[in-house]
């Protein structure tokens, strides 16, 4: 079966530090790649996707950016955090065109 | 663009009541539309999604929706509420992305409390 991990689960950083959280399926190849990040009652909004290694798409301008080293590996970076920064950040897959995409369990991330 | 609409943040329900969770889409092409729940501090578990086929849909933990095309409807329903079932739902859209993958446009969330 297909699993997907998420880490760190909670990380509180000052502002001006980099960031990196990194997330990782099992039990499956060539996955659809996703992170979200959730603001208390906005719902979720779609940062970046990749369908490939190396192959990134933004959503929506902002101070973080995505990368895919590796098929089943997706990193989410700042190389300076904001306080608008913090939130909390999903990682999810998805096989094929339309289908319903899994999530890890998240990181709850404070900037202060 | 896809869009989603929850009307109601916060539903409140007696324990073994029924639920009743609204979502309305806006969609240009036949949607696909999934149910999910999230538990504080958690990530978000697939309750239900309909693709294609039989407009009744059911998920896991007794729910189920019902698409319907006239009124672009997927409302979530229980026959009976556990307190179990107290948690945040999402409604959403599937919308196919440039290039691949799809990006599922999420409503605002409907928080359940289920009472005594």
């Known amino acids: 079966s297909q699993t997907i991990h998420q880490w760190p689960a909670t990380l509180v950083q000052p502002v001006g530090s980099p960031l990196s959280l990194e997330c990782t399926v099992e039990?499956?190849?060539?996955?659809?790649l996703y992170w979200y990040r959730q603001a208390a009652g906005r719902g979720l909004q779609l940062l970046f996707y990749?369908?490939?290694?190396?192959?990134i798409s933004s959503e929506v301008p902002q101070n973080l950016s995505a990368s895919r080293p590796q098929d089943r590996q997706f990193i989410l970076s700042s190389k300076k955090l904001l306080l608008s920064d913090s939130g909390f950040y999903l990682c999810?897959?998805?096989?094929?065109?339309?289908?319903?995409?899994?999530f890890g369990q998240g990181t709850r991330l404070t900037v202060v | 663009a896809q869009s989603v609409t929850q009307l109601g943040s916060h539903v409140s329900v007696s324990e073994g009541a029924l639920v009743l969770l609204r979502c309305n889409y806006s969609s240009s092409v036949p949607p696909y539309l999934f149910w999910y729940v999230q538990y504080p501090n958690q990530g978000l578990q697939l309750l239900l999604k309909y693709t294609t086929g039989a407009t009744l849909v059911k998920g896991i933990n007794g729910f189920e929706a019902e698409f319907k095309k006239s009124e672009t409807s997927f409302h979530l329903t229980k026959p009976s509420a556990h307190m179990s079932d107290a948690a945040e739902y999402f409604c959403a859209v599937s919308d196919i992305l440039t290039g691949g993958g799809n990006k599922l446009t999420f409503g605002t969330g409907t928080q359940l409390k289920v009472e005594l």
């Open positions: 039990g499956t190849s060539n996955p659809n």
């Open positions: 999810a897959w998805s096989r094929d065109r339309g289908t319903e995409a899994f």
């Open positions: 990749s369908v490939g290694i190396g192959q």
